[in-house]
């Protein structure tokens, strides 16, 4: 069955700093990859998606992940972080066609940016 | 623009009451979910509808049914609320079932 791993379940990191959040997924298969953010008491919000194309996505609040099939992973980065930016990130795959034909998440990582 | 809009942002009731999740799109989406999020388990999936009046479970379905009469409106129903269930309980829509989908507010639901 389809998985998604985020291995770090939170990362603190000072403003204006750089940011990676891992995520890795288990499929053999053709996959849809997407990353939400959820800021606290809030729904979750679409951050950035990965369908087909470029490898390097460019989502809202200038974040971009880059797609690995060899890897199977789709990092989350972004070069400068704000206070704002703190909130949780949750990362979800989909198979095309395969046996799991839903979002799978992700347990989340809770980004705590610092001043 | 899109949007999914669950009837509370916060609830409390007692244990044993039966209770009663709401959740409306406006999106003309054919698919509907229902999640529970907890710390440190992410999202999991109760209950997901792909047209009106059909359902399947997801992963945690015990304690829960659910209703989808009409197109827009997806109903979550705790049979008989325990306090296990306290929770964040997200709705979700979307167009297909392996694509975005696009979440409500989420309801904080305490069980006392």
């Known amino acids: 069955a389809q998985s998604v791993t985020q291995l770090d379940s939170q990362v603190p990191v000072f403003e204006e700093a750089p940011v990676e959040l891992r995520c890795n997924y288990s499929?053999?298969?053709?996959?849809?990859l997407f990353w939400y953010v959820q800021y606290p008491n809030q729904g979750l919000q679409l951050l950035l998606k990965?369908?087909?194309?470029?490898?390097l996505v460019k989502g809202i609040n200038g974040f971009e992940a880059e797609f690995n099939k060899s890897q199977t992973s789709f990092h989350l980065r972004k070069p400068s972080v704000h206070i704002s930016d703190t909130a949780e990130y949750f990362c979800?795959?989909?198979?095309?066609?395969?046996?799991?034909?839903?979002?799978?998440f992700g347990t989340g990582t809770l980004l705590a940016v610092q001043p | 623009d899109v949007k999914v809009t669950q009837s509370s942002r916060y609830l409390v009731k007692r244990t044993g009451e039966k209770v009663f999740l709401e959740c409306v799109q406006d999106?003309?989406?054919?698919?509907m979910f229902w999640y529970r999020q907890d710390p440190g388990l992410g999202l999991r999936l109760i209950y997901f509808?792909?047209?009106?009046?059909?359902?399947e479970k997801g992963d945690i379905p015990e304690g829960y049914s659910v209703s989808r009469e009409k197109k827009e409106r997806f109903s979550l129903i705790l049979e008989s609320a325990s306090t296990n269930q306290t929770s964040m309980y997200l709705c979700?829509?979307?167009?297909?079932?392996?694509?975005?989908?696009?979440f409500g507010q989420g309801t904080r639901l305490t069980v006392v």
């Open positions: 979700a829509s979307s167009f297909h079932l392996n694509t975005e989908a696009f």
């Open positions: 499929s053999s298969v053709s996959v849809y």
């Open positions: 990965y369908l087909s194309g470029s490898t």
């Open positions: 979800a795959v989909s198979d095309l066609g395969g046996a799991t034909n839903k979002l799978i």
């Open positions: 999106m003309d989406h054919e698919n």
């Open positions: 509808s792909y047209d009106v009046k059909m359902k």
